[in-house]
């Protein structure tokens, strides 16, 4: 006898989105459904391939999915799927691309602290740190995972509107021969040549250089 | 030229194309794991990740995994894109000047080669045989980040 069954549209979309290596799974709604539709995720590991189904995600309504902490090893690569439900109906089981959380993840800006002399300025950058499970693990900055790492600075006079761009490895700056009592904006990116990764510029950071002293 | 980066693998050091090798990858990646269907298997990092190899290793096993590439890889991965084979060329290009430097280095005895990074290539060498040609290095194309992220 014929089996009878409704299938439901697959959800859509289904990838990685990750940033520091907090590595979230998002998708999009089966198309045509409102709300109601409920969803479950599973995620593999390349290369041992087991689905392995992840009890939080297990029926919920959102469309996102945490999956850090399974994905943390990023030695390793995966897979996740995710499957619709709706009135007895569901959908296939949709999956990723494969997923490298050392290549594909995105990175923050560094964070920038200025301080300034009468005729300089002093830039200390901080590379953000990799997700971690609570507050009490220990902390791992990017630079650890990405040797690398460099800083582009860019420093702008506000008065003249002259910009300077300095690529550093290091994570200080020393600015010289500025002029006293001056606005000066400072913003920085990281660049990781290989891997190819780039943040964001961060925002800018304005301080004014002191009197001359001379 | 830009980008390229000195690797060093124990006496040996190999001048690396490295960001343009990755930008290469990067660009057919999605294309190329498309085609490898087999999740539960992978022929380098299976059953080990190479990231468990001895350090002292490093250099005898990267000798044998440039030669695997140039000579077992590229050449049986054409596909119907011509933009992803033109991809593929360059990065096969990098390899076999690589393999050269390498090998001249291992010819000189600076890269020996121990138990472990034997065993460790005979394990690729039987995961590569256990499937067909075409599969296996389609598969090992797309495992070439694995490689990358290793080396460096």
């Known amino acids: ?214 | 030229t830009a980008g390229n980066k000195i690797l060093h693998f124990g006496a040996c050091r190999v001048s690396m194309s490295m960001t343009e090798i990755r930008a290469g990858f990067t660009a057919i990646k999605a294309n190329i794991q498309a085609r490898d269907p087999i999740r539960t298997l992978s022929i380098l990092s299976y059953p080990h990740s190479l990231h468990k190899l001895n350090s002292s290793d490093r250099c005898c096993i990267t000798h044998h995994l440039f030669n695997f590439y140039v000579d077992k890889v590229f050449k049986h991965c054409k596909t119907e894109d011509s933009y992803v084979n033109r991809k593929i060329s360059s990065i096969a290009n990098s390899f076999l000047s690589m393999k050269r430097k390498l090998g001249q280095c291992h010819e000189q005895n600076q890269c020996v080669c121990g138990q472990e990074s034997s065993e460790k290539f005979k394990q690729i060498l039987a995961n590569y045989e256990g499937l067909n040609v075409t599969s296996a290095a389609m598969k090992s194309l797309g495992e070439l980040d694995i490689l990358l992220d290793w080396m460096e």
């Open chain 1, 1 to 214: 006898s014929g089996e009878l069954y409704c299938s439901l549209l697959n959800p859509r979309n289904v990838r990685f989105e990750s940033i520091n290596m907090k590595n979230v799974l998002h998708w999009s709604a089966p198309e045509g459904t409102g709300s109601g539709v409920l969803y479950r995720v599973k995620y593999s590991v390349y290369g041992v391939g087991k689905w392995i189904r992840k009890p939080e995600c297990r029926n919920i309504n959102r469309t996102w999915c945490d999956l850090s902490s399974e994905t943390s090893d990023y030695e390793d690569q995966y897979y996740a799927s995710v499957k619709a439900f709706l009135n007895g109906m569901f959908s296939d089981w949709v999956e990723t691309t494969r997923f490298n959380p050392l290549t594909d993840t995105k990175i923050d800006p560094p964070m920038v602290s200025v301080s300034s002399t009468d005729r300089s300025l002093s830039i200390i950058l901080t590379a953000p740190e990799k997700w971690k499970r609570s507050p009490e693990e220990e902390s791992v900055s990017l630079l650890q995972l990405y040797p690398g790492l460099q800083y582009n600075v860019s420093v702008l006079n506000k008065k003249t509107k002259k910009r300077w761009f300095f690529s550093i490895s290091n994570h200080t700056l020393v600015v010289p021969r500025l002029e006293p009592e001056t606005a000066y904006c400072v913003s920085a990116r990281i660049h990781v040549t290989t891997p190819i990764l780039d943040s964001g510029f961060s925002k800018e950071y304005c301080i004014a250089t002191l009197k001359d002293k001379a």
